[in-house]
């Protein structure tokens, strides 16, 4: 089990930015996939992106491909998503997300297995 605590949530205009971090404790860190999921009032918790173990291959859902980019910083143990160019529809709580097993795939399908607390991100129009 990884620990997970998300930060950078916020209020924010349509077609402004936020920065999500996601801080873990763990000595497996920088062996795991790991992921951003947002859950909607009212709507099922989605797969939003994805980034490998190494950084070097990430997956995005296509509602934020362009907008959104995710980056992991291994030794600071911290997974990030850049939001640009945010819309109304993106308001949701984001959750980050740790595989569950080491050096596996960074896609939608990924067992992850520990997640945060959330973190509120709200857009106005």
């Known amino acids: 089990q990884v620990h997970l605590v998300e930060s950078g949530g916020g209020l924010v205009q349509a077609g402004g930015s936020l920065r999500l971090s996601c801080a873990a404790s763990?000595?497996?860190?920088?062996?795991?996939?790991m992921g951003w999921f947002r859950q909607a009032p009212g709507k099922e918790r989605e797969f939003v992106s994805a980034?490998?173990?190494?950084?070097?291959?990430?997956y995005y859902t296509d509602s934020v491909k362009g907008r959104f980019t995710i980056y992991r910083d291994n030794p600071k143990k911290t997974v990030y998503l850049q939001m640009n160019s945010l819309k109304p529809e993106d308001t949701a709580v984001y959750y980050c997300?740790?595989?569950?097993?080491?050096?596996?795939?960074?896609?939608?399908?990924?067992?992850?297995?520990?997640w945060g607390q959330g973190t509120q991100v709200t857009v106005s129009s």
């Open positions: 997300a740790a595989a569950n097993s080491p050096y596996g795939p960074a896609v939608p399908s990924t067992d992850f297995g520990s």
């Open positions: 763990g000595r497996t860190f920088s062996s795991l996939a």
């Open positions: 980034i490998s173990w190494s950084g070097t291959s990430t």
